[in-house]
């Protein structure tokens, strides 16, 4: 019927992996939303078969920035766990961990198709909106204007906590040696 795009913030968690969120139930800048029904789709299809990660929708494979294999939903939200691309091999893999590490908001946007939609009054606006029932999820792209504005997250607590380690700057690689980064080869 028509493609979709949702935009959600990003966060990256104590281990290396990036979380976020892919999708909820709110209305967003578009006077879209999606269902609950749409959300346990992009589920099921992200446990099934994965998305790719890309920068800004730009679907080149040199715009992979990663891989999604692993979602929940939670309180009407889509969990998301990405797994990232090499440091070493992709530059912009640094230059996003550098940009999240300062606490620089980003977010994530779903991109993929509608089925199916209704129209809804919505009391809290006072208007109609559009209610995707039906998704195929196709990608899930890292921006920087999330759509859904209640939806920014905050840097977890265990970053600040490690931000106080012997970290690379670009990397956060914690092997360094000789004042060189071991995964990134940067000269500190």
Known sequence: MSDFKFIIPLKKDSSGMLTGIAS??????DEE??????????????????VNLFGNHEHNWENTL???KNADLVDNRVQVGITLDDATTNPKIPML???LNKGI???LSVGG????FKWEYDKSIGKKVKVL????????SVVGIPSNADSYLSIPMAIAKSAKEKKCPICYS?????GVCELCQMTL
């Open 113 to 116: 198709n509608v089925d199916s």
């Open 105 to 107: 908001m980003l977010g």
């Open 24 to 29: 909820t139930t709110s209305i967003d800048r």
């Open 97 to 99: 961990l550098n940009k």
């Open 174 to 178: 914690t092997e360094i040696k000789k």
């Open 33 to 50: 939303r999606m269902s609950h029904e749409a959300l346990k789709m992009m589920v099921k299809d992200i446990k099934s078969i994965g």
């Open 133 to 140: 029932d039906s998704v195929k999820i196709y990608e899930v």
């Open 66 to 68: 990663g891989v999604i």
